[in-house]
Every structure is written in structure tokens, then in C-alpha cells.
């Protein structure tokens, strides 16, 4: 989507899109990470589904995926993987059947010792403006998020 509507669609360019800017954003992440996390035998989606079950462990596969905005198709092979890997263990919950509960092993546990970090300077911004940034891209991811819904 367009950030402004003064450009005439014929001069439109690829730059000038600000979901360009937010997905060319997130390859760069990705690429970033990818080296560190080689070392530790994870993509970046198994490393933040691990992140998101340090912040909660006992979650079940519905509200891990909605924090980490992935529907439970996608969800689940990453699940079975890190499981095969010894970092989780998925169990029925025995109050509701049709629950899946998702645990850390003490591998996974562990994992948070090892995490990866990147460069300090990797973004380039100071920790203000790091915080500013990070709290305007979910202010908009929420907006969007909300909009979409709306129109629905």
C-alpha cells in the first residue's frame, strides 16, 4: 500500500510502497540472523515459536499461533520438527481433548542460554530510537491487522 496519494499511479515505484519497505525489512532480518542461528540448527521461525513458549511455556498450538501470527497449518510442522529436535513435547490437554498443549523440553530451556544475539550495531539505531521503531511497527501491524478485519 501506498503511504501517499499525491503520486499519480503512473509514477508509482516500488520504493515507494511501504509494505515494500516493511517485507524488503524482514528479508534483511532474516539474512542477518540466519548465520547465528545456524550455529544452533534453527530457522528463524522455529527460533521465535522457542521465543514465544520462554516469554509463556504450556501454551496451546491456538495461542501460540495467534501470538506469532501463524494459522496452525504452518504452525505444526515447525512444532513436530522442533520435537523430533528434543526441544518441545506436544500433549492433548487432558481437560479438553481437542487441545494440543505445547511444553519446553530442558533442551529448550537451555536454548535460551545459547540464544543468538545479533551485532549491537546491527540496525544502526540508538536504543531510543530502536524502542520508537519497534512500537510504530506493531502500532501499525495492529492498524492494518484492524482495517482488514473491518472491511471484512
Known sequence: M???????????????????????TNLAFGKAYKPVLERIGLTYTQYITIVALWEEDNQTVGSLGEKLFLESNTLTPILKKLEAM????????????????????????DLREDQPKLAPNTTGLTQDEFTQLQKAIVRLRSNVIKSTKDAQ
Do not use: H, M, W
Not at 503520486?7 to 508509482?12: G, H, R
Not at 518441545?88 to 530442558?106: A, K, Y
Open 2 to 24: 501506498k503511504s501517499t496519494d499525491t503520486t499519480p499511479s503512473t509514477d508509482l515505484k516500488l520504493s515507494d510502497f511501504l509494505c515494500f519497505a516493511v517485507y524488503s
Open 86 to 109: 528434543g526441544y518441545l513435547q506436544r500433549q492433548r490437554d487432558p481437560e479438553d481433548e481437542r487441545q494440543v498443549r505445547i511444553n519446553l523440553t530442558q533442551a529448550g530451556r
